[in-house]
């Protein structure tokens, strides 16, 4: 089994910045794609990011040029950068990794913006 944690969620103001992790552990050997969703209070979740290796990352175009996403397989972490955050951007983020063709997901943090 793979866990992964999510933190760094918050409230901030719209033109603000946060910065999210996910640790993964368990069986973390094998993590191909780690990505990034989100899911705003009745609407349905979507791809914010994913990254699948270290020249290649995608970006939902309601946040490309804001936010970005890097991983540190060191650390078995994923970040996801926000920046000049919007209130549309408010929602539950959830960090997702792909082992062996099975994804696995975090509990989400609650990332709030505030215009």
């Known amino acids: 089994q793979v866990q992964l944690v999510e933190s760094g969620g918050g409230l901030v103001q719209a033109g603000g910045s946060l910065r999210l992790s996910c640790a993964a552990s368990?069986?973390?050997?094998?993590?191909?794609?780690m990505s990034w969703f989100r899911q705003a209070p009745g609407k349905q979740r979507e791809l914010v990011a994913h990254?699948?290796?270290?020249?290649?990352?995608t970006y939902a175009d309601s946040v490309k040029g804001r936010f970005s996403i890097s991983r540190d397989n060191a650390k078995n972490t994923v970040y996801l950068q926000m920046n000049s955050l919007k209130p549309e951007d408010t929602a539950v983020y959830y960090c997702?990794?792909?082992?062996?063709?099975?994804?696995?997901w975090g509990q989400g943090t609650q990332v709030t913006v505030s215009s």
């Open positions: 990254i699948i290796s270290r020249a290649s990352t």
């Open positions: 997702a990794a792909d082992r062996r063709g099975n994804w696995f």
């Open positions: 368990g069986s973390i050997s094998s993590i191909n794609t």
